[in-house]
């Protein structure tokens, strides 16, 4: 689509510069932001039961398939066990210190160069931090896949079994945590039960 104004043009591309430099260096700021507001303990300890009564069904349901032998049926079991569902919302998103700690050698300014490169040398920082192993481990499931807290898909990263849940699901229409099971099943569980039939069905 063709704008019709430079000047409207131009303002559109600083916007979108804008949100994506705001996605890339501060999605852990906007995660905690999102946390604060939206995750409770009651949403991550239904989200927990969930999880685990999807896979307590799936493996239940391997029992009544006839056509699978045992040994595929063992396999099936025992992928459905390492699996990983990951929901959990960093300690860093929940603690303003180590937040403010990470965000520590960021300086902007109305400079644009200036700006470019301590954003730079804040990423080079996370990433030595990743490599370096010092960083906890939901940290560093959120920081090395392509999705973040805030996202509103479920996504799945076939290569290690591990489907996440980012917490920006667990909202209406979808899911609240005061509502009753089975509209949350019908919900957020369908989904991940998808997303669990997949990951098994991939590779299974």
Known sequence: MLH?????????IMDLECFF??????????GAIYAEKHVH????NEVKQM?????????????????????TRKD?????????ILFKVPEIMRDDKKLNYAY???????????????????????????LSGVTETSEEN????????????????????????????????IFHHNLPAAFNFGGLGSLIGTAIGILVGEYG
């Open 4 to 12: 019709l104004s430079y000047n409207y043009q131009t303002e559109h």
């Open 21 to 30: 430099v705001t996605h890339e260096l501060f999605d852990t700021v906007l």
């Open 41 to 44: 303990n009651e949403t991550e």
């Open 51 to 71: 999880t685990t009564y999807l896979k307590t069904s799936l493996k239940n349901h391997l029992k009544q398939i006839q056509w699978m032998d045992e040994q």
């Open 76 to 84: 099936v079991n025992e992928r459905i066990n390492k699996m990983k």
């Open 104 to 130: 520590r050698t960021l300086r902007t300014s109305y400079n644009y160069l200036n700006n470019l490169f301590s954003a730079i040398q804040y990423i080079r920082g996370v990433y030595n931090r990743l």
């Open 142 to 173: 959120w920081s090395s896949r392509d999705v973040m807290v805030y996202d509103s898909h479920v996504a799945l990263y076939l290569q290690l079994d591990e489907v996440f849940i980012p917490p920006g699901m667990l909202q209406l229409p």
